[in-house]
């Protein structure tokens, strides 16, 4: 007799499957798949998380989290994007393409496009993708190597300028983690700066930052590393985690003009890096390097602490081609508003 196979969006029914057990031990599992990142993303306003799940004989056998993002603006629709990190996690083409088949028909009216970046290596289930009418775009990424490493080994595997700089900058700096609340606050106050005066893009609402702290990190999924000289805060990195396999960057940021001789963000990066090591987890992944067509000033700075690389890509389906052309000329507009 054959078993039922369900595919569910309820995020509770997916809970009692056991969907955090799934991702845990799946060989591709990350952060991003878990039920703490869908709670994570139901406290941000203008996130509007979803999740399917095939279960089977009342167990998760395939998971796939994404969020549509919109920018709360009077141009909000126009932003209006399904973010997929590190999904779907399956052990089947033909799962991937259940999973890819319950999400499309879910976004399709929701969001003007689609993106799935990935975390790992996806080539046995392109297909999938393929079949979904999904893209395959090129982008790299780094993965630096902790499991099992001393803080020596770890330096021996940099660039020497890199090695150089950490050791030069803990001399009047300082790693610690985030235990109060205004540590977040000061953390939070470097970002706005750095995406004011570099980046240029979107930075999500304070609440988003609250939240990983409060309960994100509380629950062992996540850490702030901040860099501190003196009494102030001078960098860190807001960096999310998989208890036994990984830790990311997620968001970065130093007062690297004000403060030279302390190298924050170099030391920011190395404090998740040497985190991962401290705390036995596989691997630091910097969540991507840009295109290999183009320069990226981001992937020279990232090359240095010793990662491999990979190209993993990502995947891209555009829902709404029109509504993607304004939206593109919108971004534009926004950068330009904001330098």
């Known amino acids: 007799m054959a078993t039922e196979m369900i595919i569910s969006n309820d995020p509770n029914r997916l809970k009692e499957a056991g969907w955090e057990s799934f991702v845990l031990t799946h060989p591709d599992g990350n952060f991003f798949q878990l039920p703490q990142a869908f709670e994570l993303f139901q406290s941000v306003p203008g996130y509007h998380p979803s999740v399917f799940g095939i279960i089977e004989q009342n167990k998760?056998?395939?998971i796939l989290v994404s969020v549509i993002q919109k920018e709360n603006a009077f141009y909000g629709p126009l932003t209006s994007r399904s973010i997929i990190w590190g999904g779907p996690l399956v052990s089947s083409v033909s799962d991937a393409e259940k999973l890819l088949a319950a999400y499309n028909d879910f976004t399709k009216k929701r969001a003007i496009?689609?993106?799935?970046r990935n975390t790992f290596d996806c080539s046995l289930i392109k297909p999938a993708f393929e079949k979904s009418g999904f893209k395959f775009l090129e982008h790299l990424n780094f993965k630096v190597p902790t499991s099992g490493l001393t803080t020596e080994q770890l330096l021996s595997q940099m660039s020497k300028s890199k090695s150089r700089q950490i050791k030069k900058g803990l001399q009047s700096a300082e790693i610690i983690i985030a235990t109060a609340q205004k540590d977040v606050d000061d953390f939070y106050l470097l970002l706005q700066k750095t995406y004011r005066e570099k980046v240029h893009k979107?930075?999500?609402p304070k609440v988003f930052f609250d939240e990983f702290f409060q309960k994100t990190c509380k629950q062992g999924f996540g850490q702030y590393l901040l860099i501190k000289s003196g009494e102030k805060i001078i960098g860190g990195i807001m960096s999310p985690l998989l208890p036994g396999q990984a830790i990311y960057e997620w968001y970065i940021a130093g007062l690297d003009k004000e403060y030279k001789e302390q190298y924050p963000s170099i030391l920011a990066t190395w404090a998740a890096i040497e985190y991962g090591a401290n705390?036995?987890?596989?691997?630091?992944?910097?969540?991507?390097?840009?295109k290999p067509d183009q320069d990226y000033g981001v992937r020279e700075f990232k090359s240095k602490f010793g990662g491999e690389l990979v190209h993993f890509g990502r995947f891209e389906k555009i829902h709404n081609p029109l509504l993607m052309k304004v939206g593109e000329t919108g971004l534009k507009i926004y950068k330009y508003l904001k330098r």
């Open 60 to 62: 998760v056998r395939g």
């Open 279 to 290: 705390n036995h987890l596989g691997h630091f992944d910097f969540l991507g390097a840009g």
């Open 202 to 204: 979107p930075l999500p």
């Open 113 to 116: 496009y689609s993106q799935i």
